[in-house]
Each structure stands twice: as C-alpha cells, then as structure tokens.
C-alpha cells in the first residue's frame, strides 16, 4: 500500500515538472512573466531589507520621533510630487510599452520628451507654492512650528522626484525591470541608510544629540531624492538610446494627456487614501505615533513585494497582450500571475499574524503596541493582492476612468472612516480604516475587470464556484 502511494506521488510529481517544462518551452508570455518577477522580486527583497534597515537605524538611533517627522515631511512632499506628474508617467509607460513592442523608438523619445515637459510645467510652479505655504501646513495644519524649514526645503525637490518617477516608469516601459525596480524599490532607501550611517560614524558611532536627530533624517531623504534623480537620468538617457534616434513630432499633447489626466486625478486620490491615516494621525496623534502607524504600514506591506515584482513586468505585458487582441493569452497571463502573487503571499501572511510581537520589537520596544494593528492591516493587504493586479489591468486597457471612480469612492470612505476612528482609537483605528479600503477598492475592481473584460483576476486555491458566479454575475447584468 504504501509502495503504491508513493509510486503514485511519484507520477503526480513527474507530471507536474513535465508541465511546468511544457509551460517553459511554448508558453513565451509565462516565460517571460517568471523570468522577469524572479529578477523583480530579487530587486524588491533587495530593497525591503535595506527600507527596513534604513527604518532601524532611524528608530534605534534617531528615535520614534524622527521617523514621524521623516514621514509627515515625506508625505507632503509625496502630494505635490503626484500633482507635479500629472499622471503623465503612468500614461508614458503605456504609450512607450505599446511603441517598444512595435519596434518604434522615435515615438518612444517623443513620448518621454513631451511627458518631460509637461511635468517641469507644472511641478516647477507647485515648488514654489510650496515653499511659500509651507508656514501655514506647520503652524495651522500640523501645529508643529518646527515643521517649517523642513517643508520648505521639499519645495526644491517636487521636480527631481517628479522626473525620477517618469525616468524608471519609462525604464519599466522598455521592460528594463531590475532598474525599473532598483530607483523604484531601492535607490531612496540605501542612499538614506547610507546617509544616516555616516552621520552615526561622525557623531561618535553611539548615539545622535537630540538637537541634531530630526534635521539629520529629513536631510538624509532630501539628498537621497536628488541622487536617485541624477543618476535616473543618466541610465535613462543612455538605455534608452536617447541622443541616436530623432523626434517625429507625430503624437499630439492632447493624446498624452487624454490619459494622464484621468490617471492624475486617481493618483492624487489613491496618495490621499494610502496617507489619509498618516495626516489625520499627525494631526490628532503625536510624532511617535505616526512613526508606529508608518512602521505597520511598512512591515504589512510585505506581502505586497511579490504582487510589485509580478506588476514590474505584467503591466507592459498587459498593454502588449490586449492590444494584440489575444483574450485568451490575456486571461493565462493574469491567472498565473495572480497564482503566483497567492502562494509567494500566504507564508508571510502566516508569520506575522502568529509573530506580530516578535517582528516589532526589532524596531524597539515603543513599537510593540502596534502587534494587533499588524495583524489587521497584514490581512487586509493580502485580501487585496490576492485579488491580482487590478488597477494595472484597467489602465492598461484604456478604462482608466472606472479605475479613477473606485479609487474615488474608496478614498472618500476611508477619509469618512479615519476621522471616525483615529480621533478615539488611535493607530489601531488608522489600521482598520485602512484595511477596509483596500479590501473595498480591490473587490470592486475584481468587479469591474470581470464586467468589462471578461477577465477573472482573482484567486484562491479551492474555491471553484467563483468562476461559476462570475460567469452568473456578468450574464445576469
């Protein structure tokens, strides 16, 4: 008996390996979306551990504070960064995917050229608004004086960080993924770390004087900005062939911007929904519990690392496929995609929901208050990335506009349930407003890509009816 089980394992095993070999050698698309995650997934691991790195030294040796100070500064210069792109980086990795995959490098430079220009039109002003207004976010939003100078200072970097998100989008467009995901994952956060390094090593090694603790980590993220956006540059310029190949002045402005603008309006609105926990927190909150709801925010987040390195190569993909018109091909590549996000997912899933207490006292004993939180926004992520790349699929097949409403809707009730539970609940309540808008967000995508593709982006291993109930849902409707 058990001989026969075992010859049985045996076969079942032989046959799997034989179809993931057979999936290898014909299936081109699963090829090259399991070759191109295993290298953004690196890249991304590769950033985590230097991201969190860089958030240890901060709390360890520049204290809770200093982390939310880094955080409300970085979400102020976040805000005006999204309005500063005008969506036009999102709409120029679509553009250049398609064009790349034509073999049309004139129309590649001409979009990244007019997407150039549209961003310093707009970001150079917004600077300046900043730098002017920042007085009134200190004193009458924040009521924390000391915040001035340091909003001030962001006003300079609106424009660097604008163009860098454009540099690496494009990157990404031309399927360049390990850069993609190293300005992307990785150039902030090593840059900062090794800023911060320095300053210990100057200091003594030891501890940083208390006066110094602040203006040290905010400075270490302004000049990590503007490295990342000059180096950005030059890989941008030399892969992309940038000086060898002439413009055609054939794509107008309105073509660029049919679809940015849509896309700045639901970049603003996801930016507002992502941070409207850290805003409402620094208001009601104090800096250390920004610093704790920021930590949570990253440590959850974790599980995302695998639905990112998969959206690294899937989304051009998507743009090549469903222009092509291959429906079929489409839905095998979101399956697998999605697939893969699960399985890679639940690990961390498992851990941090058994070891919340055990993860956080990394950071310092400060931070062990936040082990339900953890727990909270750890489930709500992985409900959300198991729902797949959702917004990527709507983008990228020119339904920006219900991808904008959803975000909408979601952000306006995760605002509603902010100011209903932070005031009282703190960064617990930050942790379950947070939860329920990405669950929402992403169940009504699922929604939508089913309605309007036919396209199932969802996965959970044994749950057969949903495929039944869609099929329901979309005739019924």
């Known amino acids: 008996m058990n001989y026969l089980c075992a010859l049985k394992k045996r076969l079942r095993d032989g046959l799997m390996i034989r179809k993931f070999k057979h999936l290898l050698k014909y299936d081109i698309h699963f090829k090259e979306l399991l070759q191109g995650s295993i290298l953004s997934f690196g890249v991304k691991v590769l950033g985590t551990v230097i991201a969190f790195m860089a958030t240890i030294i901060t709390t360890r040796y520049y204290g809770a504070d200093a ?50 220009m549209v961003i310093l039109s707009v970001s150079i002003p917004l600077g300046i608004l900043l730098y002017f207004i920042a007085p009134i976010l200190a004193n009458n939003v924040f009521h924390k004086a000391y915040l001035e100078e340091f909003i001030r200072v962001q006003g300079f970097l609106v424009t660097p960080l604008a163009l860098t998100y454009l540099n690496f989008e494009c990157l990404r467009g031309l399927k360049k993924v390990g850069l993609f995901m190293f300005f992307n994952s990785v150039a902030l956060y090593l840059f900062s770390a090794l800023i911060m390094l ?22 270490a993220q302004n000049v990590s900005v503007l490295l990342t956006f000059f180096l950005s540059m030059i890989v941008w310029l030399r892969t992309s062939k940038f000086f060898k190949v002439k413009v055609t002045h054939v794509i107008p402005y309105g073509e660029l ?18 941070w409207t926990a850290t805003f409402i927190l620094g208001i009601y909150g104090t800096d ?17 690392i695998f639905l990112l390195a998969i959206n690294s190569i899937s989304a051009p ?63 709500g992520q992985f409900l959300g990335i198991i729902s797949g790349s959702v917004g990527y699929l709507l983008i990228m097949t020119g339904y920006q506009r219900i991808y904008q409403n959803i975000i909408l809707f979601t952000s306006f009730m995760n605002i509603i349930l902010c100011m209903l539970f932070i005031p009282t609940m703190g960064v617990l309540g930050a942790a379950i407003a947070n939860s329920i ?41």
């Open 257 to 274: 911007l049919s679809v940015s603008m849509p896309m700045l309006l639901a970049s603003s609105i996801f930016f507002i929904q992502n």
């Open 437 to 477: 808008t990405v669950i929402l967000w992403n169940f009504m995508a699922v929604i939508s890509i089913k309605r309007k593709l036919n396209i199932i982006s969802v996965y959970f291993p044994g749950i057969s009816f949903l495929k039944r109930y869609y099929s329901n849902f979309a005739i019924n409707s």
């Open 67 to 116: 982390l939310g100070v880094t955080s409300l500064v970085f979400v102020i210069l976040n805000f005006a960064n999204i309005i500063g792109k005008v969506g036009v980086e999102t709409a120029s990795l679509k553009f250049i995917a398609q064009y790349h995959s034509q073999n049309k490098p004139e129309l590649v430079k001409e979009i990244y050229v007019k997407a150039f």
């Open 288 to 304: 250390v519990d920004v610093g704790v709801f920021n930590t949570i925010q990253r440590i959850s987040s974790i599980s995302s």
């Open 198 to 219: 320095g300053a210990l090593v100057y200091f003594g090694g030891k501890f940083i004087p208390k006066i110094y603790c602040n203006s040290t980590t905010v400075m």
């Open 317 to 379: 993909k998507f743009s090549e496929l469903f222009t092509k018109g291959d429906m079929h091909g489409f839905q095998r590549f979101v399956t697998k995609s999605t697939q893969m996000i699960f399985f890679s997912s639940l690990p961390v899933l498992i851990a941090f929901c058994l070891f919340p207490e055990l993860v956080l006292r990394f950071f310092g004993k400060a931070f062990v208050i936040g082990s339900i939180p953890l727990i909270i926004m750890t489930v």
